[in-house]
């Protein structure tokens, strides 16, 4: 049974423009993640994405991301959690981040901001989360921002292979209707390259 989602109408908004107006990373001390965290802010976070983001909702309301690190599942590279309406808490894992690919990490960092972003926008508007619960945001993530994530990824690692890039973008969105409706072949083919930049294998710019 399809969740109902209430649709946002879209906003007015200048490409590129940003309602996150802090980012903490005093949280993090690990610097490969420190450095992937300036990597995605640099040119994923602040541009491709955050300016398609704003031209689907609102851009007026401010919010604040604060990064840190913390001991998760092996199976959880990063979660995000609200600490109050307009602060939004991303964790990374330093049980396994460290030990994967720049790019790996990443797109891990790109993929928590946009939850990190649906949030603070379902939280300061006063509505309920169930409603627009984690595997909502997944589906929408599938139908609207792989392509972005795709880009933001191939600015930031130009020597990236648009295919691996691709692969990277769908991280973590395993169990959407999009990727359901992928070929068989394709979805395996991206399953395997995810693999090649994670910590137990060697693709990709390491820190370790």
């Not at 398609?52 to 990064?67: K, P, R, S, Y």
Request: glycine share 6%.
């Amino acid at each position: 049974m399809d969740i109902p989602v209430e649709v946002i109408p879209p906003a007015t908004t200048v490409p590129g423009s940003n309602s996150v107006t802090d980012i903490i990373k005093t949280g993090v001390s690990d610097p490969c993640m420190l450095a992937a965290i300036d990597m995605a802010l640099a040119d994923g976070l602040q541009n491709t994405i955050a300016g398609v983001f704003n031209q689907m909702f609102a851009g007026t309301d401010e919010f604040t991301i604060e990064f840190h690190e913390g001991d998760l599942p092996l199976d959880v590279s990063a979660d995000t959690r609200t600490a109050s309406p307009a602060i939004i808490e991303i964790t990374l894992n330093r049980l396994t981040l460290p030990g994967s690919s720049r790019e790996y990490i990443v797109a891990t960092i790109l993929h928590e901001a946009i939850h990190a972003m649906y949030d603070a926008k379902w939280n300061l508007a006063g509505r309920p989360k169930v409603i627009f619960s984690e595997y909502v945001q997944h589906n929408l993530m599938a139908s609207k921002y792989v392509e972005e994530m795709n880009a933001a990824l191939r600015s930031i690692f130009p020597m990236m292979s648009d295919a691996d890039a691709i692969a990277l973008a769908w991280g973590g969105l395993y169990w959407t209707t999009s990727w359901s409706a992928l070929n068989p072949t394709v979805a395996n083919n991206y399953l395997l390259a995810i693999a090649e930049y994670d910590q137990n294998h060697t693709k990709g710019n390491r820190c370790r």
